[in-house]
């Protein structure tokens, strides 16, 4: 929770929501936690997720998967075959996290005219910069 001092709202380094909004500095986080989400059987194969992930580039992909797996979300599993397979899954704690990312995405798929709306008012402002 933000804190309140002398009047004046605080969002600490360490609050809640400076935490969780570090999670999404990286833009694609949620993209990928959100397709592993919804993947048949909970897993998929890095060539998989980067089809799906339309405008991701191989090394921001792998930089996403790194940090998500380094922050314990998700679960990378390296396949004793050759040529080599590896897949990704969340974690236990990545379903925790995925969960409400859903419910924002829910709100995007039944919201889809407010959000052309803000793209408007966006590009509105935009042109007349």
């Given at each position: 929770?933000?804190?309140?001092v002398?009047?004046?709202?605080?969002?600490?380094?360490?609050?809640p929501?400076?935490?969780i909004?570090?999670?999404?500095?990286?833009k694609w986080?949620?993209?990928?936690?959100?397709?592993?989400?919804?993947?048949?059987e909970?897993?998929?194969?890095?060539?998989a997720?980067?089809?799906?992930?339309?405008?991701?580039?191989k090394?921001?992909?792998?930089?996403?998967?790194?940090?998500?797996?380094?922050?314990?979300?998700i679960?990378?599993?390296?396949?004793d075959?050759?040529?080599?397979?590896v897949?990704?899954?969340?974690?236990?704690?990545?379903?925790?996290?995925a969960?409400?990312?859903?419910?924002?995405?829910?709100?995007?798929?039944?919201h889809?005219?407010?959000?052309?709306?803000?793209?408007?008012?966006?590009?509105?402002?935009r042109?007349?910069?």
């Amino acid at each position: 929770m933000p804190d309140w001092v002398e009047g004046q709202l605080f969002f600490y380094a360490d609050s809640p929501a400076r935490r969780i909004m570090d999670l999404f500095s990286t833009k694609w986080s949620s993209m990928v936690l959100h397709a592993l989400y919804h993947w048949p059987e909970g897993r998929a194969r890095t060539g998989a997720l980067q089809r799906s992930l339309q405008g991701i580039s191989k090394k921001m992909l792998f930089q996403t998967l790194k940090e998500l797996e380094q922050r314990g979300l998700i679960a990378r599993h390296v396949y004793d075959v050759i040529p080599p397979k590896v897949d990704y899954r969340l974690t236990a704690l990545g379903l925790t996290f995925a969960e409400p990312i859903e419910k924002m995405y829910q709100w995007g798929v039944e919201h889809q005219a407010a959000l052309d709306e803000m793209e408007a008012i966006y590009q509105a402002s935009r042109a007349q910069e």
